[in-house]
């Protein structure tokens, strides 16, 4: 059971990297053609702004449940390394409830959030439901809540090939 579920979780923090990649790749296509429409063609598009900006959004849900699950998000680490052992383990189990409690906040109130706006829609872009754009805020916050389950469950996953795929990992070298 537990190969299952770490293969799955390989599966979503793969799919996290390249939705994170391919949203970054996108953007960084519209936004040089808003500035080439309104300074060349004389005539401004009115979606490459917000497009982009739900990109970003998307980016930034997709790449922070990815960056938990790599051990590579932001740590400030200056009082809790000076901690003793046992206290500091504490610490870290604090940190991971505290981590629960933020993603869980982020699923139930960002899925209230999109079913409350579903029925409107963005001004610049008509068919686009303003819902649809905050759904990365559940979907990406139910992604690290499993991530987050899966850490406190299983330990760390830092150390797995599809996470260390560009340097040697301890996992890599037993194989």
Known sequence: M?????????????????????????MSLIIPWGIFARYVLGTGSRWPEPISILLMVVFTFFGAAAAY???SHIAVAMMTDRLPANVRRIAGNL????LLAVSGFMVFYGAKLCNETWLQSVGE?????????YMPVPVGGFITLLFVLEYMIFGSQADRRIVTYDHASPEAEAV
């Not at 872009?125 to 754009?133: D, K, N, R």
């Open 69 to 71: 699950r790599a051990g």
């Open 125 to 133: 872009i008509p068919w686009m439901p303003v819902g649809a754009t």
């Open 2 to 26: 537990k190969n299952k579920i770490l293969s799955f979780n390989d599966g979503l923090y793969q799919a996290c990297i390249w939705i994170s990649g391919a949203s970054v790749f996108v």
């Open 95 to 98: 940190v991971q409830l505290l």
